[in-house]
């Protein structure tokens, strides 16, 4: 133990050259460190939204929306094969992942099985008596959750681009959900309302042979929907309503483009749009065919405006109006650029943190670390010397290090981050207390000096482990199970266990053998 | 610059003779802290019990909190609360969970934000689903009971059982005792509480090791010494390092208390209850239970059969 190398004595510096060469552009400003050659290590502390202000949002994709979609689309479909076949059937519907019909009829069951298989040769279909159900497989199930996820994400993806936001994270967690953090944002709320929205646009013809009210008391004839018209000033359970034909005449998807702009006439802040080829053929002839009539655009279940067909519109191009503020036909028409999510998201958790409380609370936790530090460094001293400053030594180098390896592994300082490093401040010393009050007793017990930290440092060392494996195990389950910041404490800490055992056995070891070797002291200031 | 001997060398206090009153006063934190947490109960976070929580700083001076309050609770949003943060200006709101799904609780953020106006700094925003607290909750409690395993499979590993029984249990009183002071003081708990019980854990297992290391010790070199006399020696032994460690952890988590922040400051309280409350608990607990779980002469016998040290005299009748 009193015995060091050279080898041992060359690569205890340079790891602590490199935890300072690792360190050293966090105390550069941020501008000076981004202009450093790529030779010298350039990379800052990545700082938690916490710190640097932003939001973070977890969102779920509605799956079971786009499952619904789907079965909808198979009793349709069924729907149309039974009537066209003339098999009367009754009790069509669909269940969570499956839809089922009745057949009264025995001898038209072997018929009406045959076309169900056909709807969808992947599902399982069955006949159980007189009711034949189709069920969705789990791996038809899962076929669409993984594609709902992913073109979610590659939508959120576009949306928040458009919005200018720099550097965000969007990631798939688990299932069915969706991580978006989004650092240093201004107005939260826009991006939040621009990725809530589904902003699924379709075109749809206004039934007008059906009577509204008629439908309202809950006779909707098949093949409308009731849909309300999108008035921000209506009350909630006052808003007009409006019988739409449930086919789809034109939709969104067939969008090439989406700009805000201004009415020619009155001025008004509209939203222009252009179709592409098969979009403007399709709405070509349904204007063609429908003038004079009102149709609908619909937005997300809401009707924006119904206005009417004044003549056919063959260039493929045209413009929503509604009762629209600038603002909102800027939104709707990154909407539309982006396109729309394959179901619906809802926000499960949200943190946001304002630039102001970011800043102010690394500023409390410098300050709390510097004081930390200073006064761990004067009760050191004065509880042990010599060694004592020897121990301070290794103390600021192992915040060195902890810096140094934070950066180095682009890992995330947060709040919890940084208190882990002034529990470190403490804890850091704990193993040089150890190997000193050992070298203190073995002094006592008549040894000499050179045998006394010899025996001091063996003997504390797997007391040294034994005691921060613990620790350690606490850090890595902590990191394992925890969420968010809470990580950023694990990860602070357990950096902070490893390095700290490396400076106390390594580097305070080396100071007091070279110490030793050229001084050869008597007894010991301990 | 000479060293100061805090704790003298030869310090000789009889914890194992009083071992019956720490038992007595742990008994009684253990049973206050269990009574406290299921007759009052912990006073939730958002974290875990869904909700919203929003701080604010008044661009105009000092913030009105009743004017606020007042306002606040004519929203119909049910349990609203208001209290200063750290400065005149800046206020935290709470507001309890909205019945109804996810939807309901982003529509209750954005109806206080209506209601309070402009004239306020957004510092933070979270909100927490009903799902997600319901996991939080459960990732908590599986964290810290699997953290406790692995800690008492490890000492088990490397000591005899009856050393990991004991750090196990002295693990256990020191995290309820924090648990209890949370439910007494009625602080909140939310994740970085679960972060500070799981360091305390830690904290706590450390120091027990390092007593119970020299336990291990002194059972090879002293074989014929009592037991009781030898846990006591254990103690005095290692007492100076306990307490100077115990110290610096305790002036840094101090300087974060302090001046770290509103943010951190119960986190903050909860480590320095837990460093308190670990230390005692390993000297005064840890080692005084190893006198009952059956340490006699074949375990320490067993601990004699890897014996390096040389400070160890042969003992006939040892296996």
Same mark, same amino acid.
Request: with cysteine.
């Given at each position: 133990m009193v015995n060091f190398p050279t080898w041992k004595k060359f690569l205890v510096a340079v790891i602590c050259f490199l935890g300072i060469a690792f360190a050293a552009p966090n105390f550069v400003s941020e501008d000076l460190a981004q202009e450093l050659p790529d030779w010298v290590p350039h990379k800052q502390v990545n700082l938690g939204l916490d710190l640097r202000g932003g939001s973070? %949002? %977890?969102?779920?994709?509605?799956?079971?929306?786009?499952?619904?979609?789907?079965?909808?689309?198979?009793?349709?479909?069924?729907?149309?094969?039974?009537?066209?076949?003339?098999? #009367?059937?009754?009790?069509?519907?669909?269940?969570?992942?499956?839809?089922?019909?009745?057949?009264p009829q025995e001898d038209q069951r072997e018929k009406a099985l045959q076309l169900m298989r056909d709807i969808d040769t992947a599902a399982e279909t069955s006949i159980d008596g007189d009711r034949i159900t189709i069920s969705m497989t789990d791996q038809q199930i899962v076929e669409r959750r993984t594609s709902a996820v992913q073109q979610s994400i590659e939508i959120i993806r576009r949306r928040i681009d458009e919005t200018g936001v720099r550097e965000p994270t969007i990631q798939r967690q688990g299932d069915d959900r969706v991580i978006v953090q989004l650092p240093g944002i201004d107005d939260p709320e826009r991006v939040k309302r621009l990725i809530g929205k589904t902003a699924k646009l379709t075109f749809q013809m206004v039934d007008i042979q059906n009577s509204v009210d008629e439908a309202m008391a809950g006779r909707v004839p098949p093949g409308s929907l009731l849909l309300p018209m999108a008035d921000p000033s209506a009350a909630p359970g006052q808003e007009q309503y409006i019988l739409v034909r449930k086919r789809i005449a034109v939709s969104g998807e067939n969008l090439v483009d989406a700009q805000p702009t201004f009415d020619g006439r009155d001025s008004q802040p509209v939203v222009s749009f252009r179709f592409d080829t098969i979009g403007a053929r399709k709405f070509g002839k349904v204007t063609t065919?429908?003038?004079?009539? =009102?149709?609908?655009?619909?937005?997300?279940?809401?009707?924006?405006?119904? =206005?009417?067909?004044?003549?056919?519109?063959?260039?493929?191009?045209?413009?929503?109006?509604?009762?629209?503020?600038?603002?909102?036909?800027?939104?709707?028409?990154?909407?539309? #650029?982006?396109?729309?999510? =394959?179901?619906?998201?809802?926000?499960?958790?949200?943190?946001?943190?304002?630039?102001?409380?970011?800043?102010?609370?690394?500023?409390?936790?410098?300050?709390?670390?510097?004081?930390?530090?200073?006064?761990?460094?004067?009760?050191?001293?004065?509880?042990?010397?010599?060694?004592?400053?020897?121990?301070?030594?290794?103390?600021?180098?192992?915040?060195?290090?902890?810096?140094?390896?934070?950066?180095?592994?682009?890992?995330?300082?947060?709040?919890?981050?940084?208190?882990?490093?002034?529990? $470190?401040?403490?804890?850091?010393?704990?193993?040089?207390?150890?190997?000193?009050?050992?070298? #203190?007793?073995?002094?006592?017990?008549?040894?000499?000096?050179?045998?006394?930290?010899?025996?001091?440092?063996?003997?504390?060392?797997?007391?040294?482990?034994?005691?921060? %494996? $613990? $620790?350690?195990?606490?850090?890595?389950?902590?990191?394992?199970?925890?969420?968010? =910041?809470? #990580?950023?404490?694990?990860?602070? %800490?357990?950096?902070?266990?490893?390095?700290?055992?490396?400076?106390?056995?390594?580097?305070?070891?080396?100071?007091?053998?070279?110490?030793?070797?050229?001084?050869?002291?008597?007894?010991?200031?301990? | 610059m000479k060293p100061l001997n805090l704790i003298p060398a030869d310090v000789d206090i009889g914890f194992i003779i009083k071992r019956k009153l720490f038992f007595v006063f742990s008994a009684l934190m253990i049973v206050t802290s269990i009574a406290l947490v299921t007759?009052?109960?912990?006073?939730?976070?958002?974290?875990?019990?869904?909700?919203?929580?929003?701080?604010?700083?008044?661009?105009?001076?000092?913030?009105?909190?009743?004017?606020?309050?007042?306002?606040?609770?004519?929203?119909?949003?049910?349990?609203?609360?208001?209290?200063?943060?750290g400065e005149p200006t800046d206020v935290l709101i709470r507001i309890q969970r909205q019945p109804g799904g996810d939807e309901a609780q982003q529509q209750a953020v954005n109806t206080v934000k209506s209601a309070l106006g402009d004239k306020v700094d957004y510092r933070r925003t979270e909100f927490v689903g009903p799902q997600v607290s319901a996991e939080l909750l459960e990732n908590g409690i599986f964290a810290v009971s699997l953290a406790m395993l692995a800690i008492l499979v490890y000492i088990w590993f490397r000591f005899e059982w009856q050393f990991g029984v004991g750090a196990v249990i002295a693990l256990l009183h020191d995290v309820t005792a924090t648990i209890g002071i949370f439910a007494l003081l009625d602080f909140e708990f939310n994740l970085s509480t679960v972060a500070a019980v799981l360091t305390i854990a830690g904290y706590s297992i450390n120091?027990?090791?390092?007593?119970?290391?020299?336990v291990r010790e002194n059972l090879r070199k002293y074989k014929t010494m009592p037991l009781g006399e030898l846990l006591n020696l254990s103690i005095n032994n290692t007492l100076s390092r306990t307490i100077i460690t115990s110290f610096t952890t305790l002036l840094a988590l101090l300087a974060l208390f302090f001046l770290g922040g509103e943010v951190i400051r119960d986190f903050s309280f909860a480590m320095i209850w837990g460093i308190v409350v670990g230390t005692y608990s390993s000297i005064c607990v840890a080692v005084p239970l190893l006198l009952y779980f059956g340490l006699d002469d074949k375990a320490r016998g067993n601990l004699a059969g890897d014996d390096t040290d040389e400070g160890a005299e042969p003992q006939p009748g040892a296996s």
């Open positions: 973070h %949002l %977890l969102l779920e994709v509605e799956v079971q929306a786009v499952i619904d979609e789907y079965l909808e689309s198979l009793v349709d479909s069924a729907r149309a094969d039974l009537r066209g076949e003339r098999i #009367r059937y009754r009790a069509l519907g669909k269940q969570q992942r499956s839809i089922g019909v009745t057949i065919e429908n003038v004079k009539r =009102p149709f609908a655009i619909v937005l997300d279940g809401k009707v924006i405006s119904a =206005p009417v067909i004044q003549e056919p519109i063959l260039g493929g191009s045209g413009q929503i109006s509604g009762s629209f503020s600038v603002q909102e036909t800027n939104d709707l028409a990154l909407l539309l #650029r982006a396109g729309a999510l =394959p179901a619906p998201l809802t926000i499960l958790e949200e943190r946001t943190v304002g630039p102001g409380l970011g800043a102010d609370s690394i500023a409390a936790g410098e300050i709390a670390c510097i004081v930390g530090l200073i006064a761990v460094v004067i009760f050191m001293a004065i509880a042990y010397g010599r060694f004592g400053i020897y121990a301070d030594v290794a103390l600021a180098m192992n915040i060195f290090m902890i810096l140094g390896v934070l950066s180095m592994l682009q890992a995330t300082l947060t709040l919890p981050g940084i208190a882990g490093i002034v529990l $470190t401040i403490g804890m850091a010393v704990d193993a040089n207390v150890l190997i000193f009050e050992r070298i #203190r007793e073995e002094m006592r017990a008549g040894r000499t000096p050179i045998s006394s930290i010899d025996a001091g440092y063996s003997r504390a060392l797997s007391t040294i482990i034994d005691a921060n %494996l $613990t $620790t350690l195990i606490a850090a890595i389950l902590l990191f394992a199970f925890g969420s968010g =910041p809470v #990580r950023g404490f694990a990860v602070t %800490l357990s950096i902070g266990i490893v390095t700290s055992m490396f400076t106390a056995i390594m580097l305070t070891r080396l100071f007091v053998v070279s110490w030793l070797r050229s001084k050869r002291p008597t007894e010991l200031p301990l | 007759t009052k109960g912990l006073n939730f976070g958002i974290d875990f019990k869904g909700g919203i929580l929003i701080e604010i700083r008044n661009q105009e001076g000092p913030a009105n909190i009743s004017d606020m309050r007042g306002k606040l609770s004519s929203l119909g949003l049910g349990d609203v609360s208001l209290q200063e943060f120091d027990t090791v390092v007593v119970y290391d020299r």
